[in-house]
Structures are given as C-alpha cells and as structure tokens.
C-alpha cells in the first residue's frame, strides 16, 4: 500500500475504535433494569441502587468527553500531519534515534496528561467525592503523577532503548530478541510487583497476629498452601473501595488485603475472599495466564517488525523516510484490532478462571461466606447489575455478580 492509503487505514481504525466503544458503552448503560433481583434486595437497598445508576451515568459522561477530545486531537493530527512535523521539530535538537524517540513520545505522553488531568481531577474530586468513594488529598494526587512519571521515564526509557538497541544490531528477525526480552520483564515484574511496584504509591503492612490471621494461617495449612506473606495494603489513602490482589510466583507469591476490605467485612468472609485468590494459585491461573501474555507478546513483537519494515507508514505520519518511533505509533493503532480479539479471548478464559476460583472457595472453605462477601463488594462499590451481554463479553474480566452467585448457589 502506499502512504495514502496507510494513512486512511489508520483514520479509519481511530474512527472506528471511538464509534464502536462509544455505542457499546451507550447500550452497556441503558441497559440497566429499574428492579433490584430477589437475592440482592436484603442488600441493595432502592436509594443505593439509584444512586448506583446516576454514579454510572455520571461518569459515563466524563468518560464520553475525554475521549473525544482525545480522539479529535489524534484525527487532527494524522491529518494535518502533526506527528511528522513534532519529529521534525525533535530532530532539529537531538541527533540521536534515542533521544529523538523519547522526546517523540515523551512530548506525546505529557501532552495526553495534560489533556487527562482535568478530566481525572473532576472524575476525582467531584464525582468519587459526591458518591463517598474518594479518599485521595491533592497532595497524594499530585505526588501519585510525579511518581507515575518517574515509573514511565525509567521502564519506558529502558524499553524503548532496549527495542533500538536490538532494531539496530538485528536488521532481520529483532522479533524474537524483542519477544525473548519482554518475557523476562514480565517474569520480573510479576515476581517482585509487591516488593518493588507497590511500595512506589501503597504501604504494605504484614497482617497483625490476631484471630484473622490464625483463621488464614490454619486454612493455609488445610489445602496445603504455603503461605508466608499476609500483606494489609493501605488503599483507604484513595478510595473507600475494596478489593485484594495476588502476585508473584513459588516462594515469592504474596496475598494483599486491601484495609477497606478488612473494615467491611467479616473474618469468614475474608477468608473466603482469600480462599477464592489461592484458588487461582491451585487451578494454576496465575501460570497459564503469564504463559498467555507471553504468547501475546510474542505476536505482537512479529507484527511489529513487519510494520516497522513498512515505509510507507512514516510517510503516512508525515515523514519522508522510515523513523523507529513513528512506526511504532502507527503500530499501536494497526494492532488494536487484534489486540480487542485477543483481549476478548483473555477475559473469556478469566471469567472461566474466577467461575473456578469461586468454586475452589466454595469446596475448601464456604460458598456462602464468598457469596455474602461479594454482594457486599458490589453494593459498596455501586457496581452494576445487569451489564449488557455484550459489553461483558467484550470487557469483564470477572463474570457479572448475578452470574457468580447463581454459580455458588449451585
């Protein structure tokens, strides 16, 4: 294809991406159903359950606007050839592909952040504040972005140094090289997430001794799980939402509670919830899922060099001549297709995961104190009841609430 062409194509997908996202989240909220289900009406009280909807309404909106304003500013700049004209710009002050591709990009990613900003404050400060979630002060706001800048300028720095390096010493098959090194990256930062990536913005705190713990300690010793990190995260500090995560791999696995779960809820049905994430680790979810994104990574480092290979794409962008990081802001958008099929996939095979962790808790520990725990989750989190069929196929990870209950009721 020639550059003209290229340059429609990749219109056509931003296009196509904003209209097809802004519909389905349409349907997904007119699909809410005026009456509370029988087994959750002990619990979603009418107020709640309005309040739930405008809660979804409100930032439904906030989210509309932001993305089209994103969405009209990425248009306007593949047509009016902005992208060309900012590495222009770059080039005339830095020689080198490595900082000519990190000022691209850097310049990109502060100005989508200052775009965002007003829009995660109000989302923020208003709308989490008006319906009692937020918990986060300006200054923890101000010093999460600092943080988070920090995190991109040395991961993405180091991966874009790394995915020249290999561009440049292997004009053919870098693929592999490129797929080899993300997989260890993703091996590492699975391991050491809780040592290392969440101390950045949470204090993690090991679980005091007291009968909650005993309680964990001895389901541990039931199923044969070895467990040595009970970890209290403090999410309070942000929102008054709960939930709680399991990371690492053999003697580095850690389980995390967040402290709102901890003040909601009863010691049965934490250990529930617990007994649900060490489901994941029996069922071998946690493995079979890396083994996945490590798959997934290695197509999209194959197609990556077949687009890097195009020439014609820089000139779709504005340039004259084939430039690393413009190709791989083209490709970012040429990937989306298959990336929403094979995030479709993902989140079919993780629904499956979680019908089967609910099931391990269920069998092990109690269905029961697992189904009163998640029907406090979702009230307290205003969550919704009756997403659409579609939005969920296409976006939940987890099965709708309605669905898990039925399921352990079984």
């Known amino acids: 294809m020639n550059s003209e062409n290229w340059l429609y194509l990749i219109i056509s997908l931003v296009v196509f991406n904003y209209i097809f996202s802004t519909v389905l989240n349409f349907i997904n909220n007119k699909y809410w159903k005026d009456e509370i289900p029988p087994i959750m009406q002990d619990y979603y009280k009418k107020d709640n359950y309005i309040k739930a909807k405008k809660y979804a309404k409100e930032k439904g909106q906030i989210n509309l606007i932001s993305s089209t304003l994103s969405t009209l500013i990425t248009l306007l700049f593949l047509v009016f050839k902005g992208y060309g004209f900012l590495n222009i710009l770059i080039s005339n002050y830095y020689e080198t592909p490595f900082l000519q591709s990190s000022m691209f990009f850097l310049s990109l990613f502060v100005l989508s952040d200052l775009i965002s900003i007003p829009f995660s404050c109000y989302n923020t400060f208003v709308i989490e504040e008006k319906y009692g979630f937020n918990k986060m002060t300006v200054k923890t706001f101000i010093f999460d972005k600092i943080k988070s800048y ?6 993405g720095g180091a991966l874009l140094y790394g995915a020249l390096f290999l561009v440049n010493i ?8 490129l797929w080899l090194s993300l997989s260890i990256l993703m091996l590492l930062i699975n391991m050491f997430y809780a040592d290392i990536i969440v101390p950045i913005f949470n204090k993690l705190k090991p679980l005091k001794s007291g009968s909650l713990r005993e309680k964990i300690e001895q ?3 039931k199923v044969g799980y070895s467990l040595k990190n009970i970890y209290v995260i403090d999410g309070s500090k942000r929102s008054s939402k709960a939930n709680a995560f399991f990371s690492g791999l053999g003697p580095r696995k850690t389980i995390a509670l967040y402290d709102t779960l901890i003040t909601n809820h009863t010691e049965e049905e934490l250990v529930a919830v617990l007994a649900h994430e060490v489901g994941h680790y029996k069922k071998k979810h946690i493995v079979t899922s890396l083994i996945l994104t490590i798959l997934q ?8 060099e077949i687009c890097l290979k195009q020439n014609e794409i820089s000139k779709a962008l504005g340039e004259n001549e084939q430039v690393f990081h413009l190709g791989l802001l083209a490709f970012t958008i040429l990937y989306s297709p298959i990336g929403t099929i094979l995030s479709v996939l993902m989140n079919i095979n993780s629904r499956k995961n979680e019908f089967e962790a609910d099931n391990y808790a269920k069998e092990t520990y109690s269905g029961d104190s697992l189904s009163l725990a998640l029907k406090k989750l979702s009230v307290d989190n205003l969550s919704n009841l009756y ?5 969920t196929f296409l976006h939940y990870s987890h099965p709708p609430l309605l669905h898990r209950l039925e399921a352990l009721s079984e």
């Open 297 to 304: 990574l290695g197509l999209m480092s194959f197609l990556l």
């Open 170 to 177: 292997l004009e053919n098959g870098f693929w592999f090289s």
């Open 387 to 391: 997403p659409h069929p579609f939005y």
């Open 219 to 221: 389901y541990s010793q």
């Open 150 to 155: 920090l995190l991109t300028i040395i991961l």
